[in-house]
């Protein structure tokens, strides 16, 4: 694995489309923050699936936080995470410092996807999705990736990224991979290892109230009012939860539906002690549940 700091060694490297006498293929990207789990390794797996070499980015994105969010003591674990990407085959690693990516001290020129950015996470942390936005237009002009790798369980973070690469006409694919999820169903995130043992049994609270949704889809409710309405008394009443949305959007335009038959996103947040944790699931539309 090649291990690049520089935006100019990363775009030589992405030049050099030949190996061993042979056109080097489809590259995949993987961007990330660092920390990895088991949910970058399926993303790093699925880009192996599809591409012939794969790219992965660390780099801890200060315009996506706030001045009262964690960016000081974000996990770091560099050695570990080259361990993991090594061990799954990933061919280059952009690890770029901040000076690297914003030489001015500031990103100068802001990339925003407008009303979208501003629904779910976007309602609380202001600012968060076009510090997003950035980095990802940044990561893909310097990387040009045929298709880069996201994780569903930023299904907010999701929808902005589609946008951004539709409206901007980037010529590359964004392939969305399934939430990895630990055998009680808590999703996989970095922020996990901040939650203390009786936090992590709260936190599985979270999925429960998802499944709960679930459940009753598949029992016949379909308005989207009432599904709710037990979502948040379910998430309320929950020990240890302190919450800041639960939702069911349309999953592209994160804007409330009436009606899950055609599909929806049901998207939750809340702080257990003090670790904001995020989790979500997708409802197909009622005519792929009905022909299983």
């Known amino acids: 694995m090649r291990v690049l700091h520089t935006i100019s060694e990363m775009r030589s490297a992405r030049g050099d489309r030949f190996r061993a006498g042979r056109p080097a293929g489809r590259l995949g990207f993987v961007p990330t923050m660092g920390a990895l789990h088991g949910g970058h390794r399926s993303l790093i797996r699925a880009a192996r699936q599809r591409c012939e070499r794969v790219a992965a980015s660390i780099f801890v994105n200060p315009l996506q936080f706030g001045p009262q969010e964690d960016l000081a003591c974000y996990p770091r674990s560099f050695t570990e995470d080259c361990t993991l990407l090594e061990q799954e085959g990933v061919d280059l690693l952009f690890a770029p410092t901040v000076e690297e990516m914003y030489p001015h001290g500031n990103a100068g020129t802001f990339v925003d996807v407008p009303d979208t950015s501003e629904r779910l996470d976007g309602r609380s942390r202001a600012g968060h999705f076009r510090g997003v936005a950035t980095v990802v237009a940044k990561l893909l002009n310097v990387i040009a990736p045929d298709e880069a790798f996201f994780g569903q369980k930023d299904a907010a973070q999701v929808a902005v990224l589609r946008a951004l690469v539709r409206d901007l006409n980037f010529d590359c694919d964004l392939v969305i991979c399934p939430i990895v999820r630990e055998e009680d169903g808590l ?22 109230s998802l499944k709960s949704v679930e459940d009753a889809v598949s029992a016949g409710e379909s308005d989207a009012a009432t599904l709710q309405q037990n979502l948040l008394h379910r998430l309320r009443t929950a020990n240890g939860l302190n919450l800041e949305y639960a939702e069911i959007v349309d999953p592209d335009s994160l804007k409330p539906v009436n009606d899950v038959r055609c599909g929806a996103l049901v998207a939750v947040a809340a702080w257990v002690g003090r670790t904001r944790l995020i989790d979500n699931v997708l409802l197909p539309p009622s005519s792929s549940r009905e022909s299983k």
């Open 187 to 208: 999703a996989l995130s970095s922020r996990n290892r901040y939650l203390s043992e009786q936090e992590r049994l709260q936190a599985v609270a979270l999925y429960r």
